[in-house]
């Protein structure tokens, strides 16, 4: 069973940072490109970074761009959202993700086949 495992959220305040860690279980993910989404109460899910299976390449969010760093250890199957500058509108429910074995990567919510039960991130003002 396919299995993506979030930690690291919790409460900061504005001007913090957080690093999150998504793990998958059950397959090897080097063969996909993964992302991070977030969803704020009463919002869409939105995407906010993803990354490609050998790491070289990311693509950010505009709204968090020089703010927060994807990452991926293939060897450890793991991917990180380092989040620095944190400012309150970034309160949500982080989510990993992991997309396709085609393609580089994608900011689309619905190329991506594996969700985590995703964590959440509170910044207080």
């Not at 709204?63 to 199957?77: E, P």
Request: with cysteine; aromatic share 12%.
């Amino acid at each position: 069973q396919v299995q993506l495992v979030e930690s690291g959220g919790g409460l900061v305040q504005a001007g913090g940072s957080l690093r999150l860690s998504c793990a998958g279980e059950g397959r090897t993910f080097s063969g996909y490109y993964m992302g991070w989404f977030r969803q704020a109460p009463g919002k869409e899910r939105e995407f906010v970074a993803t990354i490609s299976r050998s790491g070289g390449r990311t693509y950010y969010a505009d709204s968090v761009k020089g703010r927060f760093t994807i990452s991926r250890d293939n060897a450890k199957n793991t991917a990180h959202l380092q989040m620095n500058s944190l400012k309150p509108e970034d309160t949500a429910v982080y989510y990993c993700a992991v997309g396709s074995m085609s393609g580089v990567y994608s900011d689309s919510r619905g190329a991506y086949a594996y969700w985590g039960q995703g964590t959440q991130v509170t910044v207080s003002s």
